[in-house]
Structures are given as C-alpha cells and as structure tokens.
C-alpha cells in the first residue's frame, strides 16, 4: 500500500513539474534561447499569490490568469527590448545574458521580499481524501488538476489557434515559417510571454504547497532543466511525460535513498538523459 | 617571445605588491590572481575550443574538497594542493569524455548539472566533510600580514603557471587544434584533428588550475562550505571576465578579470544590498554592447581614429 | 597491382533508405576516376563512408592495405584519405594559410606547427591563393574558397582524394582552371576520384567512370563505354527519352 501512496505522491508532485517546464521547454524549442529567468519567474507568480490572498483573500486558484498575465507583460516586454537583440547570437551568449537578468530580477525579489521563506496558509483547507490507505490532501490534488488543465490549454492553444500554428511553424522552420509570412520576431515575443504566463501561473499552484522565495528560483529552474531533458526538448507531451517522470522518481527515490539524494538522483538522470536519449522519453521533437 | 616578456615584466611588478604589507591590497591581489587563474582556466574550454562549460565552479569545489579532506587526515597543505589539481584535472577527463559529445545548451546544463551532483554529494556526506557544516582548515602560525602575504604569492604563482601553460597552449599545436574545433569541428575531423581527445584536454586543462586555485582558496579563508565552493557564480564570473576581455585571446582574460574585480570591488562597497543586481546588470549590458570584449572593442576604435588620421 | 582502395558490398542506410546499396568497387593508385550519377544517386555519401564520416552499415572498406570500416574519421584521414566538401567548410575566421596549414598539422603528421605554417604558404600560392595568405576565409569568393578546399586537402598529403562537386557554381573559364589544377596535383602521384553530377566535366580528365544510381553501382567502365552504356543513358535521361533516342539510331 505504501507503493501506491508513494506512486500518489509523485503523480501530483508530476503534474505540477510539468507545469513548471512547460513554459521553459517552449521557449527553449522555438527561441533556441535557454531562460535562466524562469525559476524567478515563478517564484513571482507565487508572491502575487500569496499578495493576492493576504491583501484581499483571493484564493489562489483565482488569482492564476492574473498572475500569469502580469508574468505574460513582463516576459513579453524583456524578450521584445532586450533578448531580441542577442537572438542569433552563440549559445553562451543568450545563456549570459539571461543569467545577468535573473540576477537583477532575483535581487529585486530579495530587496522587495527578504530571503525567509514565507508560507501561504489556507483558512479553509478542502481536506483530504483517503481511500485504500492512500491519503490525498484535496488542494494538492485540486493544484495538480489545474496544473494539468493549464498544461493541456496550452497544448490545444499549439495545435488549434492560429498564434498556435505560427509558433510551431518556427518552432520547425525558422526561416520557412518567415518566407510564408510569419511575424518571428512577434512569434518569438509571444512564446517568450507565453512561457512566462505558465511559469506566473505555475507559481501560483505551488504557493499552497511550497514556502515562498526568492532563493526557491533554482529548485524550479533546476526542475525544468530535468524535466525538458527527461521528456524531450520543446513539446507539451514532452513536458508532461518528464514531469510526471520526474515526480514518481523523486518520491520512489526519496522513499528508498533518503529525501537528501533528491537533488543528485535526478541530476544523474539528466546527465546519463543527455548523453543516451537526447531526444528524451518520448524520443521524437516537434508538437505532432 | 612578446608574451613571454609580458608575463616576466607582469610577475615582477605584481611580485612587488607583495612587499606591501596593507593586507586590504593583499586581499585584493590574492583576489585577481585567483580570478585570473579561473577565467584563463575557462578559456581553454570556453574561449578557445568553444565549448560553453559551466564545470569551473564543480572543479573549483573539488579541489577546495580534496585539499580539505587530505589535510584533515594531516597531510602537508602542499601535497593537498598537488592532489587538488590531479584529482579536479582526472575528474574533468572522465567526466568529459561522455558529455563533450553533446553540444551547445546540452553541453552547458550537462557541465552545470556536475557541479549541483557534486555539491549535493558534499552535502550528504557528512563523515568525511562535514556536510553543509562545512570544513575547517588547519590555521598557519603565522602573523596575519605574513600570511596575506604568502597566500598572495601563492595565488600569483599558480597565475603565472596557468599564464605560462596558456602561452605554450595559444602558440602550440593543442592550441591551434582548440581553434580548428572551435571554428568547425566536423571539419576539423575530416582534417585529421582528433577532436574528442583534443576536447577532453581542453577540459581538462580548464579543470587543474581550477581546483589547485579552489584548494589554495580553502587555505587562505581557513573554512569551505558547499554552498560556498560549489556556488555557481564561481562559474559564470570567469565567463564574464573572458567575454570581458575577449573570448579566446591569450591575456584577454586576465584583462577581463582586472576590470570586472575593479568593478565588483566598487559595487561592494557601494551598493552592498543589491550588488548582484547590479553585477546583473553589468553582464546585461556587457552581452548587449560589448560582445566581443573590450580589448576588441578598443582595438576597433583605435583602429578607426588611426584611419581617420591617416 | 593491388588496390589503393577497395569497398566490398558497402551498403549505407539512413533508416529505411539505402542511400548506397551493396557497392563493390576498385580503385588502383594513380587513377583519375570520375564518380558520376544523377543527383540523389548516393555519391556524396560514398565518400561520407569512406571518409569515416558516416560508416558503412554492411560491407568492408580497405584502404592501403587495412580495413577501414570502422575507423574514426580523424584517423583515416590520417592514414591518406582527404576529401573535399560539396558544401565548402573552412574556418572562417582563420587565415588562409591557417586553414590550410591545419590539414598538414594533423593529418599531415607535420611536427612543427611553424612548417606547416610555411608549407601552407607554398600550398596558397600553388592553387592562386598567394596573396591572399593573410585574408580570413570568409572573406574570400566561392571559386577561391573551393580553392582553398584543395588546398586544405593537399596539404594533408593524402594518397587518395574525393573532390566532391569542386567544379559547382563555378563558371566555365574558372572550370578549366581547376580541372588544370587537378591534372597538376594527379602528376604528382595522388589518387584521385572525381565526383560530378555533369557527365561533361568528368570526361575529359577521368581514366575511368563510375556510375551511381540510386545508391547502387551501374557501370565501371571507360568513359567512352560509359558514355555509350544503355543503362547509364536510361539514368541520366529517363527511360522512354533513351529509348527513342535509341531507336533513332542516334546516341549520345
């Protein structure tokens, strides 16, 4: 039975993981740009939870478009002022430059809202279900779902608006997708937004769950850099397969070696992913 | 010949610092010497073969590591060093070998997930170092002036020595092969250039100096702590410092490493509570306006009035 | 005399295709051979699997005497085997005289980085590239760019060399140039295989023809036997054109 609770725990810890990288897996296939903003990224989308629920008691799940859509402004206008200017510049450059804006932003978020870590405490918890021994606390699996949901949205979005199809015409072929009359330059700013409307929103899922700050931004990077590797570069079923791969690795990992290991098991996985199955589990790019 | 007498003329001047006894000066040269080392280690990899390594601040760990671990069982701080170096310079080769195959954004996560994998290893292993206690390291009965100074020639010792090794490397066949790959790697395959083995040296060579730099570190400051050695600026800094100073060049990035400790210095005592922010800022507006550094940049403008006066 | 270079049933698959489908064939030292076939026919990826760049699938390679099949492609290329890229590959950012000077300091097994550096000098200044030793690649033109592929290749002092569409893109008195180039370097003892997807270029200046179709091997023959063989016409203009050409009682 405690397999099963094990196998529980890390579904719901999964689908927020999926979440998590969704966004930076999207930016990272269409953009070729590696966001090291991200992890801050959500963390803000956690503080305008936590605001939004001390200020003026609105219930995370609420606040989730609101937060996505600020995360969506900011992302947006960095992308179009500043990382357009390095977009086909090497590698290290791109992964420089979004390294020295995460310092300014993480700062920022330091200065605004100290180092401690805060905690977003519901007033009325929806408890828990328990069946068959495995106990699920409802706004976790409630978080999860959402998380899910929101996933999925973004994949319909992809596959059926025509914003969507733009996207993976760049996502495929740069240059082609321009010769057939596709704004890149806009694409690129709007995946960019786009990715950060996922990452503000995932923040706002993990606020009932995680303590809030600034210095979480690494754990969530770190997650999205494993759950892109784990699932495949750049597709939301890509992102979805990682994250839940992730999260039943973590829990099974953490049940047998010690929560401590987390961080190296999953690591390791990602370096021995790299170099075996670079394309990842589902082992094919693109949205198809 | 011109860089050799560069280097003499730069040892010795630097060497003189060292009769100085202001220990905040001291502080400062021990400091640059240590940048240099790192971002001129970088550059073998980064710069010159062109592969974007995040790895320094996992060998600079790992030598600050094996040092501490070696003199806490009493062995001399000199054969700690020593090991320092070989088992940094051994881990890169190993570890090389299978993540110098992968490329661009894969190549960086994979050497910057080493350092986050050894760190968490540290951590955990608390018998042997202490965890996130962090380590003590054995004090020098020394007056504390006398110990700036000789940790200040310490550190500028391995500068010279990694300065020396960069020139023999710049001007020779290891070198030119880091070029060729860096230029074009399956054509430098096709040319004969063994590409995975020249890469690994390249790695390797960027993690030696490295660690010998993160044990001689342990010792200067008496106490490490994973979140300390394994801290991930002590990969991005010597990355700024060479893109600062021109990626690939051969003093490049000890020019580099002047200006960004000038600028870090100023930003430390100026603006404490948001020195990262403005570090931040510092690397923004370097990638935007001074992509290929500033001695290129100079050199393009000098270049320009020259040509206007002619 | 025994063969420089020998492929026994080379296939090649990229997935299900068989870019080079069971290709035996023989290739004596001294010999200019032309390597023709339409596009597609899998001429490029001949010398991908020869060159190590992409290994056979099935078959066995032998170059001077070892088997190569398996061998790295730093390390044939270091045992004589150069090649040109129908795609010009330089360093861009080098000089001249670096990028050629890289082919004889490694593959050329040249000690000395300084006398790579002068021979690759002499190299420039054989295939017209002499005042222009200092230049970065990238600034130079197609047809000089294509010329420092030669040189870059010679200077790997090789005893066999491809020359993979050298003639593409370039007009026709830049054409004779190089074809004068390649009689030069083919003097002086080096092996040569010739591919082209113009039957034209390669007639003049090859001792044997090869034809590839669809990955396989069609003919092997004299240039005139190939330029009369009914199956290599087929290939090149379609069936039904050769047959009333045939029936004309014509030929090309």
Not at chain 2, 218 to 233: K, R
Not at chain 3, 85 to 96: A, E, K, S
Not at chain 3, 138 to 152: F, H, Q, S, V, Y
Request: aromatic content about 8%; proline content about 4%; glycine content about 12%.
């Amino acid at each position: 039975m405690i397999y099963l609770q094990i196998l529980a725990n890390g579904l719901a810890l999964g689908g927020l993981y999926a979440c998590i990288a969704v966004g930076f897996s999207l930016v990272w296939g269409v953009l070729n740009v590696i966001n090291l903003l991200h992890g801050s990224m959500i963390v803000l989308g956690s503080y305008i939870a936590l605001f939004a629920y001390t200020t003026f008691g609105i219930h995370p799940f609420l606040t989730v478009p609101i937060a996505g859509g600020i995360v969506f402004a900011l992302t947006y206008a960095l992308q179009r002022g500043i990382i357009n200017r390095v977009i086909a510049a090497p590698v290290l450059m791109t992964l420089t430059l979004t390294f020295g804006l995460d310092l300014i932003f993480n700062n920022a978020m330091l200065t605004a809202f100290k180092a401690d870590y805060r905690k977003l405490i519901l007033e009325n918890p929806l408890g828990s279900w328990s069946f068959s021994g495995v106990t699920l606390p409802v706004d976790r699996i409630a978080a999860m779902a959402l998380a899910m949901l929101l996933t999925l949205m973004l994949f319909r979005l992809l596959k059926d608006s025509r914003i969507g199809r733009a996207i993976v015409a760049v996502r495929m072929d740069r240059d082609a997708a321009a010769l057939m009359g596709v704004d890149v330059m806009k694409i690129n700013a709007i995946t960019f937004g786009i990715g950060g409307f996922m990452a503000g929103a995932a923040g706002c899922l993990l606020s009932i769950i995680f303590p809030i700050s600034p210095l979480n931004s690494t754990v969530y990077l770190g997650k999205s850099f494993v759950v892109c590797v784990l699932g495949g570069l750049g597709s939301v079923p890509g992102a979805i397969v990682g994250g839940l791969a992730l999260g039943i690795i973590e829990s099974f990992g953490a049940f047998f070696l010690g929560p401590e290991h987390a961080v190296t098991l999953a690591f390791s996985l990602l370096i021995v992913f790299l170099i075996v199955r670079p394309t990842g589990l589902l082992g094919k790019k693109g949205y198809e | 010949m011109r860089d050799w007498l560069i280097l003499g003329v730069g040892t010795l001047l630097f060497g003189l610092l060292a009769l100085s006894g202001d220990t905040y000066l001291l502080r400062l040269g021990t400091m640059l010497a240590m940048y240099a080392v790192l971002a001129m280690s970088w550059n073998f990899i980064g710069g010159m073969t062109g592969y974007p390594s995040f790895a320094t601040a996992a060998f600079f760990g790992l030598g600050a590591y094996t040092s501490a671990i070696l003199q806490a069982a009493q062995m001399p701080m000199a054969v700690g060093w020593a090991a320092a170096g070989l088992v940094a310079g051994g881990f890169a080769l190993l570890i090389g070998l299978p993540i110098l195959r992968l490329k661009g954004h894969y190549f960086a996560i994979a050497s910057l997930s080493i350092g986050e994998i050894l760190r968490e290893v540290v951590n955990t292993s608390e018998e042997i170092t202490g965890g996130g206690m962090g380590m003590n390291l054995p004090l020098l009965r020394l007056p504390p002036e006398v110990q700036a100074q000789a940790f200040y020639l310490c550190m500028l010792g391995l500068a010279v020595l990694t300065t020396a090794v960069a020139i023999l490397v710049h001007h020779g066949r290891l070198g030119f092969a880091f070029r060729c790959i860096e230029q074009n790697e399956d054509a430098a395959t096709v040319l004969g250039v063994d590409t995975r083995t020249f890469k690994t040296a390249a790695f390797g060579l960027s993690a030696v100096f490295s660690g010998v730099a993160g044990a001689i570190y342990g010792n200067w400051v008496h106490y490490i702590e994973p979140l300390d050695v394994f801290d991930i600026m002590h990969s991005v800094k010597p990355l700024v410092m060479v893109l600062l100073g021109g990626l690939g060049t051969l003093f490049g990035p000890i020019f580099g490493a002047i200006v960004f400790l000038a600028l870090e210095e100023a930003v430390w005592r100026n603006f404490l509570g948001v020195h990262a922010a403005v570090l931040g800022v510092l690397i923004v507006a370097m990638v935007l306006f001074l992509p290929r550094g500033l001695a290129t940049s100079f050199e393009q403008i000098a270049r320009r009035f020259r040509g206007k006066a002619a | 005399m025994s063969a420089l270079l020998t492929l026994d049933g080379v296939s090649r698959s990229f997935g299900g295709l068989r870019a080079v489908d069971n290709v035996s064939l023989e290739i004596a030292p001294g010999e200019i051979v032309g390597l023709i076939g339409p596009n597609g026919a899998g001429k490029s990826t001949l010398i991908n699997v020869v060159s190590g760049v992409h290994p056979a699938t099935a078959g066995r390679v032998v170059f001077d005497g070892r088997d190569i099949t398996r061998a790295k492609p730093h390390a044939i290329a270091r045992g004589g085997v150069a090649r040109t890229f129908q795609v010009v590959q330089p360093f861009p950012n080098m000089t001249v005289r670096e990028n050629i000077a890289a082919g004889g300091a490694f593959a050329g097994r040249i000690a000395s980085l300084k006398q790579a550096m002068q021979e690759a000098g002499e190299l420039a200044a054989g295939v017209g590239l002499g005042d222009l030793v200092d230049q970065p690649a990238n600034t130079l033109t197609l047809a000089r760019r294509k010329r420092l592929e030669l040189a870059k290749s010679l200077a790997m002092k090789p005893k066999l060399l491809f020359l993979d569409e050298v003639n593409a893109g370039l007009n026709p008195a830049e054409i004779d140039d190089a074809l004068a180039l390649i009689r030069r370097i083919a003097e002086q003892g080096v092996t040569i295989v010739l591919v082209e997807h113009l039957m034209k270029v390669v007639v003049g200046i090859s001792e044997r023809i090869v034809v590839l179709q669809n990955g396989a091997l069609i003919a092997d023959d004299t240039p005139e036997a190939v330029l009369n063989n009914q199956k290599v016409i087929e290939a090149y203009l379609g069936k039904k054109y050769a047959a009333a050409l045939s029936a004309e009682g014509g030929g090309p």
